[in-house]
């Protein structure tokens, strides 16, 4: 079985660029979700997709970031402008929905510098 | 809000030395509870899961039991391994929605 694909694998770009990262979850998986880790913490969540409807974005910076899975597969996370402190990896996990904690399968991550 | 509170690291260890790396919760309602590990130069993996109180996961020789009453999920090994080198994560999930909670991460280093 593949598991979560995320492309690039490493992005650099200056400050007030744009960017955009790509996601494709496991297949079946209807919960998709992005973390924003930096380096030294946790993962943050920043949005959590079930199917193509968004169940929390409570965390999303969205004067900046924005993030889409308009076919319920896909998903895409954009920053625009990017700032110093969105140096961080980007990762997206899916799992399966439902009443049982099914666990998240992660992808590798996209490394993002900002300068 | 849900939150996971895990011991700092970073932690260095003698090869075949025990492991316990603390983990508490506040959470509302019945969360599950899980530890992901991440290898050098690798995406997070679950390690480990319990589901309801007095559970034990375990996985690799690690195991954790799910303490309702001292809201907490300790992650041990009797015997760490080199390979046991990576960074280790204690999460939540809450009992509704699907969300999950990530501790900032104990990085492990096991000499030979």
Known sequence: EAGVAQSPRYKIIEKRQSVAFWCNPISGHATLYWYQQILGQGPKLLIQFQNNGVVDDSQLPKDRFSAERLKGVDSTLKIQPAKLEDSAVYLCASSLTGDRPHEQFFGPGTRLTVL | ?112
């Open chain 2, 1 to 112: 809000g849900d939150s996971v509170t895990q011991m700092e690291g970073p932690v260095t260890l003698s090869e075949e030395a025990c492991l316990t790396i603390n983990c508490t919760y506040t959470a509302t309602g019945y969360p599950s509870l899980f530890w992901y590990v991440q290898y050098p130069g690798e995406g997070l993996q679950l390690l480990l899961k319990a589901t309801k109180a007095d559970d034990k996961g375990s996985n690799k020789g690690f195991e954790a039991t799910y303490r309702k009453e001292t809201t907490s999920f300790h992650l041990e090994k009797g015997s760490v391994q080199v390979s046991d080198s990576a960074v280790y994560f204690c999460a939540l999930r809450r009992g509704t929605g699907n969300q999950f909670y990530f501790g900032t991460g104990t990085s492990l280093t096991v000499i030979p």
